[in-house]
């Protein structure tokens, strides 16, 4: 069987592709969650430690992993963070074959909506996310994903 089997047809545009590689990054972290608390205190590290300086040159502290003892990841808090991502696959993956259905549609646009105000939120008000790999990656596609869907609603939903 082809990969163009499953996949969604491209005149369908590359929303639903998008979705499902989405989905499929989401479930591959879900995984990761549960096996090892690494990447996850990447995206929830905490405030730099004190004695971190920052790099002259600004954008180094972008995509650099600034590493911290302190993060508040547990083991709990991964497997639950990898639950709740699990779910949100799961949606996004239907809504890829059904976004002509506005409750698909709405619900994927929710799974986004609630991970852009959950990291936001860790960033800005609790500061156990820092702008760095795994920040900036979570609240970039949050944001992308939402904008495009709001913009192309009228093309596919009925």
């Known amino acids: 069987m082809s990969t163009s089997a499953w996949l969604p047809p491209l ?7 998008w979705l499902l590689l989405t989905s ?24 730099a430690p004190s004695s971190y300086k920052t790099p002259s040159n600004p ?11 302190n993060s508040p990841v547990t083991p709990l808090s991964a497997r639950t963070f990898g639950t709740w991502t699990a779910l949100a696959a799961v949606i996004r993956f239907y809504c890829a074959y059904s976004l002509n259905d ?25 500061g156990s996310v820092r702008w760095g ?10 944001s992308v994903t939402l904008g495009w869907m709001f913009s192309v609603w009228g093309s596919y939903v009925d």
């Open 11 to 17: 005149s369908g545009g590359l929303l639903p592709h």
């Open 102 to 126: 506005s409750r698909f549609y709405q619900l994927a646009l929710w799974t986004y909506g609630v991970a852009w105000m959950h990291f936001v939120s860790e960033w800005w008000v609790f």
């Open 59 to 69: 954008l180094a502290l972008t995509f650099t992993a600034i590493p911290n003892p």
């Open 24 to 47: 499929a990054i989401s479930l591959a972290n879900s995984i990761q969650a549960y096996t090892t608390l690494a990447r996850t205190r990447e995206v929830y590290a905490g405030p």
């Open 133 to 142: 790999r795994g920040g900036a990656s979570s609240i970039t596609v949050a």
